[in-house]
Structures are given as structure tokens and as C-alpha cells.
């Protein structure tokens, strides 16, 4: 099993960059990387077994079943149905953490899957800088931090 841990703080509150992620359908108007976005089925995007479906800026297809939602934890944890990146049993938890010094949030986003051997260190790369740190400069950009 390979884990994939990244962190960082934003400054802004816990509650502020908790409505920016929480939907469930919203990472093309946070994420960087990605164009577009559904749940399908119709169901609302923040029904616990929904299903959203997505494509990338360059042209990849995935499909991610919401596994668990809390607002009182700021956290919402996923799996990866259908992806391009090769990887199977992929669970991902992204979870805020109000910082009592300032309006800061500490950000947490994890995964842990398996995929073929060799390709772990590309794989913890890529899902670790491109689309975890990726995501959490663009939150920072967004709400004016560095």
C-alpha cells in the first residue's frame, strides 16, 4: 500500500476554506487541474455514496464515490472508481483544522492505494505535489495568502 500525506496552513478560516471545498461537484472552481464536473444520477453533491464524475485539463476521465462527509470535522473522504493513473483500492481524506493563532486553517490531504511496483514514487509525486499542494496554492491564491 502506498500512503501519500500533504499539509499546509491557509490563511484563512477553517470555516471560509470549508465552504470553498465541501461540494462535492466544486473542484473546477478551486482545483487547477480540472475542467469539468457532475455527480451523476442527479443526487445531491453532498449525499454520501454519490458518485462524481470528472475530467482533467488534459483530457483524463475519473469517477469518485463520496465515502464519508462532515462538517463538524471539515473533512471529506473519497475513493477513486475509474482513473487514467493506475491505481486501485485509492481512498483520499481532505480535513481541515481550525489554527487558533490567527484565521488560519491547517490542511490535510491524504491517500493511500495500491498500483504497480515501480511506479510508486511517480505515483506519490504527481498525486502529492500536482494534485494535493496543487489544490491547496490554489486555495492559497484564492484566499490571498502566499
Given amino acids: 500500500m502506498v500512503n501519500v500525506y500533504v499539509s499546509s496552513v491557509i490563511d484563512a478560516s477553517a470555516d471560509n476554506v470549508w465552504s470553498r471545498v465541501r461540494d462535492f461537484n466544486g473542484l473546477p472552481q478551486w482545483h487547477p487541474m480540472i475542467a ?15 458518485i462524481r464524475h470528472f475530467h482533467t485539463r488534459d483530457g483524463g476521465m475519473i469517477r469518485e464515490k463520496l465515502l464519508a462527509l462532515s462538517d463538524y470535522e471539515y473533512s471529506c473522504t473519497y475513493e477513486i472508481l475509474e482513473s487514467p493513473m493506475g491505481v486501485t483500492n485509492y481512498v483520499a481524506t481532505l480535513k481541515l483544522t481550525p489554527v487558533t ?16 511496483a515501480g511506479r510508486e514514487g511517480e505515483l506519490t509525486q504527481s498525486i502529492g505535489q500536482g494534485v494535493f499542494q496543487g489544490g491547496f496554492n490554489a486555495l492559497k491564491q484564492h484566499f490571498g495568502g502566499r
Fill in 36 to 50: 469539468d464536473s457532475r455527480i451523476e444520477n442527479s443526487q445531491p453533491a453532498d449525499r454520501v455514496g454519490c
Fill in 101 to 116: 493563532d490567527g484565521t488560519r486553517c491547517f490542511a490535510e490531504w491524504s491517500a493511500e492505494f495500491e498500483c504497480d
